[in-house]
T-cell receptor, first 112, second 111 residues
Framework: NAGVTQTPKFRILKIGQSMTLQCTQD?????MYWYRQDPGMGLKLIYY???????DKGEVPNGYNVSRSTTEDFPLRLELAAPSQTSVYFC???????????FGPGTRLTVT | KQEVTQIPAALSVPEGENLVLNCSFT??????LQWFRQDPGKGLTSLLL?????REQTSGRLNASLDKSSGRSTLYIAASQPGDSATYLC??????????FGAGTRLTVKP
């Protein structure tokens, strides 16, 4: 099992550009999550999904969009990138109860 | 709103010492609590998960306890080693599947 994989590992965007961060899991988990981690801070939930076709907002959803067309994939889209979106983005997945989450290696994004 | 706090923010100990990391949360209505390890520039590795009905979990030299009524959890590391140096994060999951993280404790174990 590869677990949770994320691409790309690093990316630099100019202000106003858009991009999609990819996340794939091969554990057949129903639940998937996107977090961002700012320097010296804990992770904050952006969006999550409880199954294909179902998504919901987390704590910090503004400026992001997600879709979940398959169980395996949960891409995160940034529209009109802003410097405030400079962060490390982590994707995670979990099975149902007890919802133990498994994380990908992260994508380091810089917006200049 | 759930707030998760980890104290201290950083800790440095000599090799071989036993140590305790602290995590507190403001709303006791949690579903579970999870402890993670994060190495610099890396993702998170799950260490222990304690369900709300449990009091503690153990894995090797690690022991995590949970006291929901007081909103506290501790991670005990026995006989610390330089390889234990990392940032340790605790996170609580609430009934709506929302996971809230603390800012972490950065641990350095000196040889």
């Amino acid at each position: 099992n590869a677990g949770v994989t994320q691409t790309p590992k690093f990316r630099i965007l100019k202000i106003g550009q858009s991009m999609t961060l990819q996340c794939t899991q091969d554990m057949n988990h129903n639940y998937m999550y996107w977090y961002r981690q700012d320097p010296g801070m804990g992770l904050k939930l952006i969006y999550y999904s409880v199954g294909a076709g179902i998504t919901d907002k987390g704590e910090v959803p503004n400026g992001y969009n997600v879709s979940r067309s398959t169980t395996e994939d949960f891409p995160l889209r940034l529209e009109l990138a802003a410097p405030s979106q400079t962060s490390v983005y982590f994707c995670a997945s979990s099975d149902s109860s007890p919802y133990e989450q498994y994380f990908g290696p992260g994508t380091r994004l810089t917006v200049t | 709103k759930q707030e998760v706090t980890q104290i201290p923010a950083a800790l440095s100990v000599p090799e071989g010492e036993n140590l305790v990391l602290n995590c507190s949360f403001t709303d006791s209505a949690i579903y579970n609590l999870q402890w993670f390890r994060q190495d610099p520039g890396k993702g998170l590795t799950s260490l222990l998960l304690i369900q709300s009905s449990q009091r503690e979990q153990t894995s090797g030299r690690l022991n995590a306890s949970l006291d929901k009524s007081s909103g506290r959890s501790t991670l005990y590391i026995a006989a610390s080693q330089p390889g234990d140096s990392a940032t340790y994060l605790c996170a609580v999951v609430e009934g709506n599947n929302d996971m809230r993280f603390g800012a972490g404790t950065r641990l350095t174990v000196k040889p």
